[in-house]
């Protein structure tokens, strides 16, 4: 699966990964989304056997955005993996369960940080068409330089669909989603969920929800959703970069750290707390196109989202250099009304 526009600069997101090694791993990967080879085994309801790029299940949103009820994804998804790099056994024991290994480079990195490969899995279960159980458990060393540093994280999410009636012309369906995130970071400086500092260091953990529910309206051909999120992770180690501290060309002199006098700091003890809501209309005159209007509100305990001053330099533009006392003009809270065309072939 090829990707083309803004899409393929910001994929590596904080995955720092890239710059370790001879070779351009975020210009290698940046138009291809998902490439990966594979076995099937007619054995039980199916066996399969991939190695390569796949897409990742944590955070329930899909990469895939026509696949997804808003535009705007709640902090819970935006902030977990989206691809992963490695191999992935799918087992299928009957047509209601997946069982799902993984042997993978990270926490959603291009390359290996550490010498212990990142391992986890899924576990999916639908009894019905009605109802959906998931579960995403991740463990593996992503610190950079400090493989002491361990880190675990379990994303659950439950979906149920409580009407079901397809050819109405008024309330044709109607669904909602639970999905909630716990995980922590463990040695080399930091203790989990440690509420205060301790002999191994500040708290290192991260929680999030979100819940959304959906309408459908005439045979399907409309929808309203409404919906939202709470997210807190002290240390700052699964929170994406702010608009202006993302670029994709890092400090030259330390790629593990981002430009300008006033970098966003991502150090162990600094927190981050954030909360969303959005709603959103959508119209489906076919299967392979969505019209979508979308409210979004987001807030932060810390600036974060980009202000009216501009984030990329006094003049705007990237060549500029960076005074001394310059830093992006980030703020604690952003609105935004999106209007979207999204396409499905």
């Known amino acids: 699966?090829?990707?083309?526009?803004?899409?393929?600069?910001?994929?590596?997101?904080?995955?720092?990964?890239?710059?370790?090694?001879?070779?351009?791993?975020?210009?290698?990967?940046?138009?291809?989304?998902?490439?990966?080879?594979?076995?099937?085994?007619?054995?039980?309801?199916?066996?399969?056997?991939?190695?390569?790029?796949?897409?990742?299940?944590?955070?329930?949103?899909s990469y895939y955005q026509p696949e997804n009820w808003e535009y705007q994804a709640s902090f819970t998804s935006d902030?977990?993996?989206?691809?992963?790099?490695?191999?992935?056994?799918?087992?299928?024991?009957?047509?209601?369960?997946?069982?799902?290994?993984?042997?993978?480079?990270?926490?959603?990195?291009?390359?290996?940080?550490?010498?212990?490969?990142?391992?986890?899995?899924?576990?999916?279960?639908?009894?019905?068409?009605?109802?959906?159980?998931?579960?995403?458990?991740?463990?593996?060393?992503?610190?950079?330089?400090?493989?002491?540093?361990?880190?675990?994280?379990?994303?659950?999410?439950?979906?149920?669909?409580?009407?079901?009636?397809?050819?109405?012309?008024?309330?044709?369906?109607?669904?909602?989603?639970?999905?909630?995130?716990i995980g922590c970071e463990t040695g080399d400086g930091v203790d989990g969920f440690k509420n205060g500092d301790s002999a191994q260091g500040p708290a290192q953990y991260f929680a999030s929800a979100m819940v959304y529910n959906r309408m459908w309206f005439m045979k399907n051909k409309l929808a309203w959703t409404i919906g939202g999120g709470y997210m807190t992770n002290p240390g700052r180690y699964l929170v994406l970069l702010p608009t202006?501290?993302?670029?994709?060309?890092?400090?030259?002199?330390?790629?593990?750290?981002?430009?300008?006098?006033?970098?966003?700091?991502?150090?162990?003890?600094?927190?981050?707390?954030g909360w969303d809501c959005s709603t959103n209309f959508d119209v489906m005159p076919w299967q392979c196109i969505t019209f979508r209007l979308e409210f979004v509100h987001r807030e932060s305990n810390v600036p974060y989202f980009a202000g009216s001053g501009g984030v990329t330099s006094p003049t705007g533009y990237t060549t500029t250099p960076l005074p001394p006392s310059w830093r992006p003009d980030l703020v604690k809270s952003e609105t935004r009304i999106i209007v979207a065309l999204l396409f499905r072939f």
């Open 244 to 273: 202006g501290q993302a670029s994709p060309l890092p400090n030259p002199n330390n790629p593990t750290q981002t430009e300008g006098a006033f970098p966003f700091t991502t150090n162990p003890g600094d927190k981050f707390q």
């Open 79 to 181: 902030n977990t993996p989206w691809f992963f790099n490695g191999i992935r056994l799918q087992l299928f024991p009957s047509g209601h369960l997946k069982i799902e290994g993984w042997i993978i480079n990270g926490w959603q990195s291009y390359g290996s940080f550490n010498s212990m490969p990142g391992v986890g899995g899924n576990l999916t279960w639908m009894p019905n068409s009605n109802l959906k159980l998931l579960t995403n458990d991740y463990y593996g060393t992503d610190a950079a330089g400090l493989p002491g540093r361990k880190r675990f994280h379990s994303d659950n999410s439950l979906l149920v669909r409580y009407l079901n009636h397809p050819k109405s012309k008024g309330v044709s369906m109607m669904a909602f989603s639970l999905t909630g995130d």
């Open 1 to 61: 699966m090829t990707q083309f526009g803004t899409r393929s600069i910001v994929v590596p997101r904080n995955d720092l990964s890239v710059y370790r090694g001879q070779y351009q791993l975020a210009d290698a990967y940046r138009y291809i989304s998902e490439a990966y080879v594979g076995y099937h085994f007619n054995k039980w309801n199916g066996i399969n056997v991939d190695a390569g790029m796949f897409m990742s299940y944590v955070g329930l949103n």
